[in-house]
């Protein structure tokens, strides 16, 4: 193989580095599978299409790479000493559209989760990934309480007057 790529292989190459199938993305399907979790692989519906959708706990989750998407003060975010400009140009976009996304997916009342590669690393894995297992149960518990008290705690008046949309959540 040759030392010196044109922009096409370079491209391509990044493109399949990025793909859909990359180890961290795997550990943490891995993961969630062996621990009963069910999800969705890639929405096409959703913006950004999360890695995972959690319907049930009513979660997506992102599994991202640090140096695509600009994981501040992580050393595998290294900007390349060549062609700095333009990679600085285009994680800064990456990073404004994830954000953009996030926000979207908030308001239409999804949790979002971002596991970063790093987090994957053999050293720390294990707790990330029993922290990520904590927060989804956390969340689910959390959803049935907020549930339990707009019936039980709330007069009824109050209730009514209540518009269903202020919880802004889906179904
Ligand atoms: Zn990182």
Known sequence: MADRLTKEQRHRCMAAIRGKDTKPEMIVRKFLFGR???FRLNHPRLPGHP???LR???????????FWHGHECCKYYRLPKTNTAFWQNKIERNK???KEEQSCLA?????CITVWECQL???????????LAYTLNHIYLEDRKVKTYDISDESETLMAAEPEETYGKPE
């Open 36 to 38: 009963g979790f069910r």
């Open 51 to 53: 890695d995972l959708v």
């Open 56 to 66: 049930k706990y009513r979660t997506v989750i992102f599994v991202n790479g640090c």
């Open 96 to 98: 404004r559209r994830d």
């Open 107 to 111: 308001t239409m009342g999804w949790h």
């Open 121 to 131: 690393k053999p050293k720390v894995r294990e707790r990330t990934l029993e922290s």
